[in-house]
């Protein structure tokens, strides 16, 4: 049975770990030894693997580099994260390199599913792990890179079930590659080109979505000024069969908000400016400064008791990483507002330490708030009925709904409900 290694053990690390020790002899590799103790406890703080499975998968885990000598097969799945000046910061590959480097021999295959731009696996990686093993790339080893794209909560879109894009340094590599990923999705593989081919297919992926989401965020502005709704304006352009439906929103966590800068620094490097990837991040990255403006036109002067629903970057998850909700709540702050977070997702503990927030952790017996603002949609917030939503607001309160979660409610009293 082949013998793999994977390392790095987050949201994507751990739930590609799983399904490969279904059919091979895995062993899971992490730094934090926190998150390896929890996973041996059966505790998987992502949500993204259940109790049970944690309990009687076959696979290993550890912190320990010498656990993970010779495997055949190391795949690496590491943060890809940004500087303050929205560099990538390779840090994270680096260290996972120079592990590597201790512990790869003659034919491993080290493969890379770290979202990076064209170029990270065989010029920076690969004359890494040559110079920390000792050992010859395309000789004494060999590259593969494999992009993730799993989407942080979405149980239908899972690591066995979606078209795993490979490519490896030889013919032979992207053979086994195929293989192997093949073995775990069902054979739904697509061989791309080249290494740096596969590279750039996903990081374009992302920074697509980016682009689509800072068009609409832009219409949505637009609209919002002139007292039309964007909700409204999208249900009637989706009727047309070519119109993407893409939403309004805040753009935040470690893949959509990110990405595109490893593509832009990509492009300034070769001396491209990369013009529309960058508006398009700029754009996404306005948008809480401009809902806390539109917010605070509406708010009554003394009247700025508020109260968040959501902080996550995204909905269902408890995901906390780069969530723009914290971006809305410091703008929002400077407007005047006094604000209180509450969120059924996220670790209240995480909350403190990352951002130094006190969530509430029940919505039962609130003083009513002179705003509401349900930021993420969580689906128990989608679920709040009017009588709910109305206990939470004053008489004169507004009821506002970033996402749309319940423009079809009508609400008693003198208060107001505002939307994108
Ligand atoms: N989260 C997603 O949905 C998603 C989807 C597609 C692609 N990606 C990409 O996959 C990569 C991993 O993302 P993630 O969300 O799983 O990150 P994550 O932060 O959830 O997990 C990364 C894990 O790697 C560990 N780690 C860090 N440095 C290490 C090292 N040197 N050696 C061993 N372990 C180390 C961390 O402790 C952590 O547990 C990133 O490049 C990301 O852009 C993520």
Redesign the pocket.
Known sequence: MKKICV???????LPLAVALSKHYSVVG????QE?IQELQRGYDR?AEIDKSTLKTTALHVTHNVEEIEKQEIYIV????PITKDNKPDLT?LE??CE?LGKVIQKDSIIVF???VYPGVTEDICGPLLAKTSGLTQGKDFFLGYSP?????GDKVHTVDKITKVVAGETPSVTELLVEIYGTMNNNNIFQAASIKTAEAAKVIENAQRDINIAFINEAASIFNKVGVSIYDVLEAAKTKWNFLPFEPGLVGG??IGV?PYYLAHLSKEIGHEPEVILSGRETNESMPAFIAERLAGIASENKKRLLILGLTFKENVPDLRNTKVVDLMDKLKKQGFDISVHDPYADPEEARKFYGLELLTSLDGLEPYDMILGAVPHKEYRALSQDQLQRLTTDQGCVADLKAMWRNLTLEGQRQYWSL
Request: net charge negative; glycine share 10%.
């Open positions: 390392i790095g053990l987050g949201y994507v690390g590799f992490d730094i934090n998150r992502t799945t590491v943060p890809t994270p260290k996972a592990t599913e770290s979202t993730e794209r799993i989407n942080p470690h893949c990405d």
